[in-house]
């Protein structure tokens, strides 16, 4: 009689809800470069930050329903490929960039490779990077620097080649500092599920009101001001740093 363990069959099927939410988030990305085609940016960018909105609630509801899987990690990945990286680049390029020629479908592809090169750097670490940083400019916020940046425009009348040069320094710029090395707060460690004091959550909701005063712009300087954070931190270490051994060489 054999007496060998019977091999294990590998479980069928992915766990749908939180593939819904990432599908979601994937046909928002597409709907972005669809509505710019048609040159509605207002759309097109409203679809990114929609497709931001979903990317965060997928993971959190695979952590709090236990239905994380490496199907779901890799499919989150494809789909921040589109709506983080080509859907802005694409997006960019149709307002204002394609105006400039090669150089405008340079500063794009810029954005959309340093994203597929973020991407594959943030799998290949997620499991010895420290969670309360990321290394780059987080793809989801690139995304929104681009996006609020064309909402801007199409809000106020705008055209985008009449800022082409501008906004390719933005794609472009958003595009390097997601391959850089710079420190970012990841906010990860925040806990909103626990107690909050209360002063916090007046800021919350004082914060929110300041949103909705003008919502492209606040979301673009909040966009670019984390952008910022990471030089500027990073700065403001070495300057530290080498104010701490001139005082122990003296």
Known sequence: ???????????RGIYL??????TAALFAGFYAV?????????????????????????????????TQSDFGAEYDSLSDMVAFGVAP???????????????????AFVF???????????????RIADKRYFQGLASPAAAAIIASGVWIGADTGIAGADVAWIAAFLTAGAGLLMVSNFRYLSFKQLNFQGRVPFLLAVAMMLGFA???????????????TYAVSGPAWTLLRVRKSRSRHRRERR
């Open 1 to 11: 009689m054999d007496n060998a363990p019977a091999t294990r069959k590998r479980p």
């Open 89 to 107: 680049a694409l997006v960019a390029y149709h307002w204002a960039l394609g105006g400039l020629g090669k150089v405008g479908w340079l500063a």
């Open 17 to 22: 809800l939180p593939n819904l939410f990432t």
């Open 34 to 66: 669809l509505a710019a085609t048609q040159d509605r940016f207002e759309a097109a960018a409203l679809a990114i930050f929609a497709a931001q909105a979903l990317d965060g609630i997928d993971g959190r509801v695979a952590r709090i329903t236990q």
């Open 210 to 224: 300041v949103i909705f005063i003008n919502p492209p712009l606040m979301l673009f300087l909040m966009a670019t």
């Open 112 to 126: 959309t490779a340093a994203a597929a090169l973020r991407l594959a750097r943030f799998n290949t670490q997620v």
